[in-house]
């Protein structure tokens, strides 16, 4: 088992920054790639960054590309998601999850992750 737990969420103004973080604990983190999904109110889940468990790959969805970005450490069992140039519409609860499989089965089976973690509200005024 692998136990994720988000944290950095918050209220922040649109073209702000924030950092989310979610620590892992159970199994050997480095064995998983890593990604950050966000759901908005009335809206599916949807994957918009994923690493690999080495960090040396990554991924970001359209919408968040070139704003966010996404890394680990693993020595600190942590992965991290930094927003910048925040807009209204990235207003969602945002999770983290962790999967056995590459970085390139998570992307094309996002919804197969292995494990997630309960999310962080993230809201953006204007």
């Known amino acids: 088992q692998v136990q994720l737990v988000e944290s950095g969420g918050g209220v922040v103004q649109a073209g702000g920054s924030l950092r989310l973080s979610c620590v892992a604990a159970?199994?050997?983190?480095?064995?998983?790639?890593m990604g950050w999904f966000r759901q908005a109110p009335g809206k599916e889940r949807e994957l918009i960054a994923a690493?690999?468990?080495?960090?040396?790959?990554?991924y970001l969805a359209n919408s968040v590309k070139g704003r966010f970005a996404i890394s680990r450490d693993n020595a600190k069992n942590t992965i991290y998601l930094q927003m910048n140039s925040v807009k209204p519409e990235d207003t969602a609860v945002y999770y983290c999850?962790?999967?056995?499989?590459?970085?390139?089965?998570?992307?094309?089976?996002?919804?197969?992750?292995?494990?997630w973690g309960k999310g962080a509200l993230v809201t953006v005024s204007n």
């Open positions: 999850a962790a999967d056995r499989r590459s970085i390139m089965r998570v992307m094309s089976d996002p919804y197969g992750m292995d494990y």
């Open positions: 690493i690999s468990w080495s960090g040396v790959a990554t």
């Open positions: 159970g199994r050997t983190f480095s064995n998983y790639a």
